[in-house]
Structure formats: structure tokens, C-alpha cells
T-cell receptor, first 116, second 110 residues
Framework: SQTIHQWPATLVQPVGSPLSLECTVEGTSNPNLYWYRQAAGRGLQLLFYSVGIGQISSEVPQNLSASRPQDRQFILSSKKLLLSDSGFYLC???????????????FGEGSWLTVV | QKEVEQDPGPLSVPEGAIVSLNCTYSNSAFQYFMWYRQYSRKGPELLMYTYSSGNKEDGRFTAQVDKSSKYISLFIRDSQPSDSATYLCATPRAGNMLTFGGGTRLMVKP
């Protein structure tokens, strides 16, 4: 079976500090990978997605970046955090091939980021 | 117009009630729909998925799609306090992505 791990679970960072959130998926190969953000009381906002190593697409221009150095590893980064970057960050994966159940996205447990 | 819309709630019901959660969508080409449940401070988990029109049942949960009105519903029978969560509907869109509704917060009171 497939599992997704995301860390750290919680972090408090000062404005202007860097950020690195990491996500790994086990039990499958060549997954599509996603980073979402969920602000308090709001819906899911897609930030980045990747269909393969080194292939990153950005949905929303901002001071965040993503990288996929390995097939099942996805990293969300920032060089300088803003107060507005606070939120709940979710990594997710889906099977690379589409099809009925292949359209399903599976989420990690999330990382709570508070920028102070 | 958002592609998928949900009433944010909160929806408060007594334990044992039948709950109806709803979404509307704008694109008639959407055929595949999912419901996710998200507990507080946790990642969303897939609850059910349905394809095209009709009903799909899984235990106390029934997902229903009405393509003519572009309306999808999730019914929860004999609701329990453990069902208290935010429920998100979603549908695939181009580019290997899902588009999500904003979520409806459900509170089931003992």
C-alpha cells in the first residue's frame, strides 16, 4: 500500500526566515505530487504540482518554490517568509495514470506554519 | 464563477440525524466526483468517489450526482459525533489536478 509522509508537522518561523517542508511517498513510483495551502477557514489552494523529477508547475506566483530532487520526494521552500505565508500546508500524491480511481488525490497529514 | 461551490456552514445537527451536504459545479463536462473528510488540523481523507450520475452507497454514506442540475450530494445516515468534520467535494480538471469546493463544516452534537 502507499503512504505519504510530511514533516515537520508544526513550525513557528520569524518573518524573513527560510522555510523547508519535505514530503515523501512510499509504495508507488512516478507519482504526481502536489503542494496545497489551506488558510484558516478557507479552501484548498494549489501551489505547485509535479509530474516527474525536476518538473515543477506553479499555480500561484509568490515567494514560495518547490523542487522534486527524487521520484518520490517533494520539497516546498522559501528564502524569506512573509506573515501571509502562515497556513496549513498539505502535500498530496496521485497515480500518474488517469482512470476512475486514478483521479483520486491522497493527502499527507499537513504542516502547520505560523510566521511571526 | 467558481468551478465547484459549497455552503461553508457550519451545519449543526443532533446525533442520529440524516445529514445532507451539497455541492454545485459549473462545467457540465465534469464526470468524476469525490468527497473528502477533513478533521480539524488533519489532512483531507478520501471518503467516496462517484462517476457520472446516480447513487453510490458505502455504509452510512451515500453519494449522489445529478448531472442535469450539476449538483452533487453526500448523505450521512445516523450521524455520529465522530462525523464532525469539514467535508470537501472535488472533481478532476485538466492537467492532473482536482478542483475543490471550499468545504462545509459539520457538527454533530451528542
Amino acid at each position: 500500500s502507499q503512504t505519504i509522509h510530511q514533516w515537520p508537522a508544526t513550525l513557528v518561523q520569524p518573518v524573513g526566515s527560510p522555510l523547508s517542508l519535505e514530503c515523501t511517498v512510499e509504495g508507488t513510483s512516478n507519482p504526481n505530487l502536489y503542494w496545497y495551502r489551506q488558510a484558516a477557514g478557507r479552501g484548498l489552494q494549489l501551489l505547485f504540482y509535479s509530474v516527474g523529477i525536476g518538473q515543477i508547475s506553479s499555480e500561484v506566483p509568490q515567494n514560495l518554490s518547490a523542487s522534486r530532487p527524487q521520484d518520490r520526494q517533494f520539497i516546498l521552500s522559501s528564502k524569506k517568509l512573509l506573515l501571509s505565508d502562515s497556513g496549513f500546508y498539505l502535500c498530496a500524491w496521485k497515480f500518474h495514470h488517469t482512470g476512475n480511481s486514478g483521479n483520486t488525490i491522497y493527502f499527507g497529514e499537513g504542516s502547520w506554519l505560523t510566521v511571526v | 464563477q467558481k468551478e465547484v461551490e459549497q455552503d461553508p456552514g457550519p451545519l449543526s445537527v443532533p446525533e442520529g440525524a440524516i445529514v445532507s451536504l451539497n455541492c454545485t459545479y459549473s462545467n457540465s463536462a465534469f464526470q468524476y466526483f469525490m468527497w473528502y473528510r477533513q478533521y480539524s488540523r488533519k489532512g483531507p481523507e478520501l471518503l467516496m468517489y462517484t462517476y457520472s450520475s446516480g447513487n453510490k452507497e458505502d455504509g452510512r454514506f451515500t453519494a449522489q450526482v445529478d448531472k442535469s442540475s450539476k449538483y452533487i450530494s453526500l448523505f450521512i445516515r445516523d450521524s455520529q459525533p465522530s462525523d464532525s468534520a469539514t467535508y470537501l467535494c472535488a472533481t478532476p480538471r485538466a492537467g492532473n489536478m482536482l478542483t475543490f469546493g471550499g468545504g462545509t463544516r459539520l457538527m454533530v452534537k451528542p
